[in-house]
Nanobody, 123 residues
Framework: QVQLVESGGGLVQAGASLRPSCAAS????????VGWFRQAPGKEREFVAV????????YYADSVQGRFTISRDNAKNLVYLQMNSLKPEDTAVYYC????????????????WGQGTQVTVSS
């Protein structure tokens, strides 16, 4: 069992940066893939980025490619999502997910989820 907690969201203006993080309750977190997903009001949850255990495999959604960077520090049980050049359309609740053995971009492939952190970008 893995418990995930997201933090670091907030309210910012367009063009600003945020760096939310995802913390795991145990070091079991360090042996699984981790993904970031987001869900805006009235929309389906969508894939943002994914990273493998050793950070050798990283994938991004086209909508965030070049602006967002996912990284992890296994010694600290942390995964980060550096978000630069934020746009109003990035506004959503951002969720951390863990333990997709295939690093899938579909939400139902993941075993563990955090409660999310709100990111709001104003124009």
């Amino acid at each position: 069992q893995v418990q995930l907690v997201e933090s670091g969201g907030g309210l910012v203006q367009a063009g600003a940066s945020l760096r939310p993080s995802c913390a795991a309750s145990t070091r079991t977190f360090n042996i699984v893939g981790v993904g970031w997903f987001r869900q805006a009001p009235g929309k389906e949850r969508e894939f943002v980025a994914v990273i493998s255990r050793g950070s050798s495999m990283i994938y991004y959604a086209d909508s965030v490619q070049g602006r967002f960077t996912i990284s992890r520090d296994n010694a600290k049980n942390l995964v980060y999502l550096q978000m630069n050049s934020l746009k109003p359309e990035d506004t959503a609740v951002y969720y951390c997910a863990a333990d997709s053995r295939t690093l899938s971009d579909t939400p139902d492939s993941w075993n563990y989820w955090g409660q999310g952190t709100q990111v709001t970008v104003s124009s």
